[in-house]
């Protein structure tokens, strides 16, 4: 199965209340996250986070959907490769 490039983009509504749960997640799919960006929206009272992984559709789409099964987090992929 060949790897897709993948952009994920998470929106987080209570930062400290979900990031221990969101970190372990994405430090269980370290090895297919190339890069993250994230910036606090504090007039919102949101963190967006960007990530760039390099992964098989299964790998992408489990990492997604875990992300999205956390309370106040939204997450939504763009293959782009």
Known sequence: ???RVAVIGIVVKNPKETSAKLNK?????GDIIVGRMG???REKG???????????????GALTGKLGNINGIRAKVALTY
Do not use: Q
């Open 1 to 3: 199965m060949e790897n």
């Open 39 to 41: 910036i606090p929206y």
């Open 46 to 60: 949101v963190s967006v986070i960007s990530i760039i992984v390099d992964g098989s559709n299964d790998e992408i």
């Open 25 to 29: 997640i994405l430090s269980d799919y």
